[in-house]
């Protein structure tokens, strides 16, 4: 049986998924002019792997040969929880708090596109999660789940900025879904809110001052000019998203459990995390985002934050 827009859809809700979206597998002309920009200032920071594979970024037909459309689907991630904003505690950013969304994202991508197989043996994909040279919040917008806002995340109507994105590439010719309009207005709390100044302007964020990159991927040291900034971020940072109207108005909880916090992840003791043991942090962080910080990193923040 042919697949339709509809049929995918429904495939997409039955696994898991809250949104999908369909777009031609265009080139992203302008997509990649703004990042080739970006990359031109050194807003990516140490991100050197940004850098690579701008071709495959720009056509993604240089992946998928014969592409024809490409499918975007979000899950929203939102837990109605909220730090305490002790002191003693680092904050981690919501999108870490339960199991690491790699798995989840992968476990219903594979039942999803498994069950598109089964109902057409023709249809081919590649999928990505947020790695690999591909350009998911570009992809989601033009696919029509969203708009990229002034903080640079992707906004949907339905969940806010909450939402974890896959991008699968397919042989498959469906129909566009339309764009959605930048809802974004003249409002500009995420540029005031940000304690670092990193939107430098709307829609730019420069890594070296964000925060999330500064805790995250960051091998050096956090800078002397970002004391007293943290404001209590140990990993990651949601102060943009938290202040952005779109979270704020329409809050709808996430359906996987898995998202739920796992004991302690929405915020970690900075004493503990200053003699935690590296078979210690392996154990506890194995299946969570903040593993990626690695332990050195942790001690690091954690560092920071007591002193400053
Ligand atoms: S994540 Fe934090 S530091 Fe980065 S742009 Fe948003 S508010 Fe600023
Ligand atoms: S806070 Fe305002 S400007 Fe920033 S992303 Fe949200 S709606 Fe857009």
Redesign the pocket.
């Known amino acids: 049986m042919k697949l339709t827009n509809e049929i995918v859809k429904d495939v997409a809700v039955k696994t898991g998924f809250d949104l999908a979206g369909f777009t031609e597998a265009d080139e992203l002309s302008g997509e990649t002019e703004k990042l080739q920009a970006w990359l031109d200032k050194g807003y990516n920071a140490g991100m050197a792997y940004m850098e690579r594979n701008v071709e495959k970024r720009r056509d993604i037909r240089n992946i998928l040969p014969g592409a024809k459309s490409v499918i975007s689907l979000a899950l929203n991630y939102y837990t109605d929880l909220e730090h305490s904003n002790n002191p003693d505690l680092g904050k981690v950013s919501r999108y870490a708090w339960g199991t690491d969304y790699h798995y989840i994202m992968w476990e219903k991508l594979d039942r999803f596109l498994k069950e598109l197989k089964d109902i057409d043996p023709e249809f081919e994909a590649v999928s990505y999660v947020d790695t690999g040279p591909v350009m998911d919040k570009a992809w989601a917008s033009r696919a029509g789940l969203g708009w990229i806002g002034k903080?640079s995340n992707l906004i949907t109507r339905e969940f806010g900025s909450w939402v974890f994105l896959a991008t699968v590439i397919t042989n498959y010719e469906f129909s566009n879904s339309g764009l959605v309009s930048d809802h974004c207005g003249s409002c500009t709390r995420c540029m005031e809110?940000?304690?670092?100044n990193?939107?430098t302007v709307e829609y730019v964020?420069d890594a070296n001052r964000?925060?999330?990159y500064l805790t995250i991927e960051n091998k050096g040291e956090v800078g002397i000019e970002f004391e007293g900034k943290l404001e209590g971020w140990l990993f990651g940072?949601d102060?943009?998203q938290e202040v952005c109207p779109w979270n704020i108005k329409f809050p709808k909880l996430t359906k996987e459990e898995k998202f739920h916090p796992e004991d302690g992840h929405m915020e970690l003791n900075l004493d503990e995390v200053a003699s935690m043991e590296n078979g210690e942090f392996k154990k506890r962080f194995f299946r969570s985002p903040i593993s990626r910080a690695k332990l050195k990193g942790l001690k690091r923040n954690a560092d920071f934050l007591k002193k400053h």
Do not use: E, R, Y
């Not at 809110?193 to 670092?196: E, G, K, N, S, V």
């Open positions: 903080h809110a940000c304690p670092t990193a939107i964020i964000c925060i999330s940072c102060i943009c």
